[in-house]
């Protein structure tokens, strides 16, 4: 795993207190240890990650949706729901869209269907707190197989736009998720939970959201 980056002893957020600067300390680090760990899956390197500040952490944390499986002070696995950007995706409907990003699981943990729950908790949270979502899309590497297959399973369909990554040369897919947000309070929640206390049991993990208490 790669060492934590240094904190600046100057940095205004190094004063502040409570559970958003220890959640955008504890985002900073498992997003370097992501893109070190998993560097197929991820535009950023761990450098630059490396150059943003707490402030950025805190920022993504009240921004977006971060859903992570977290065990003692360590994240083992993160997801986010962010909403659509407001130039480059003009033509999708910010009220009823939501791009899934940055989905990682530790290594240790790979394996055990654990990135699927975890992406089921983050709908369950999402739509929650916004009931008129109801599609879900996402980019992935084509080399990324792994991953392509997990969201094929999940029932994510390629919708045959393509992004080409000029710094790596890599090619993005497009996958989309429609579904009812009625069906998807109405089903599999209790059995969702269910599964998350098992791997509470076995793994020692919890899940959350950042900003949030532990579930």
């Avoid at 993504?60 to 992570?68: F, G, P």
């Amino acid at each position: 795993m790669t060492a934590s980056p240094a904190l600046s002893a100057k940095s205004p957020a190094e004063t502040r207190q409570g559970s958003g600067l220890r959640d955008a300390r504890i985002l900073q680090r498992a997003i370097c240890d992501s893109v070190s760990t998993s560097p197929e899956a991820f535009l950023k390197t761990a450098d630059d990650v490396n150059e943003f500040s707490l402030d950025h952490w805190e920022k993504e944390i009240q921004s977006s949706t971060w859903a992570v499986i977290e065990r003692g002070q360590e994240l083992v696995g993160i997801a986010v729901a962010r909403w659509p950007h407001r130039e480059m995706d003009q033509d999708i409907d910010p009220k009823t869209s939501r791009f899934i990003e940055s989905v990682w699981i530790d290594p240790g943990l790979r394996g055990r269907r654990m990135g699927e729950r975890l992406m089921r908790f983050l709908f369950e949270v999402e739509c929650e707190k916004c009931p008129d979502v109801m599609q879900l899309l996402l980019w992935v590497f084509d080399k990324n197989h792994r991953a392509i297959r997990l969201y094929e399973r999940m029932g994510f369909k390629d919708t045959g736009q393509r992004n080409v990554d000029t710094r790596g040369g890599r090619t993005e897919l497009q996958y989309q998720l429609a579904f009812d947000t009625a069906v998807v309070k109405a089903t599999g929640k209790a059995v969702n939970k269910a599964a998350r206390r098992e791997d509470l049991r076995q793994f020692g993990v919890t899940y959350r959201t950042l900003g949030a208490n532990t579930e």
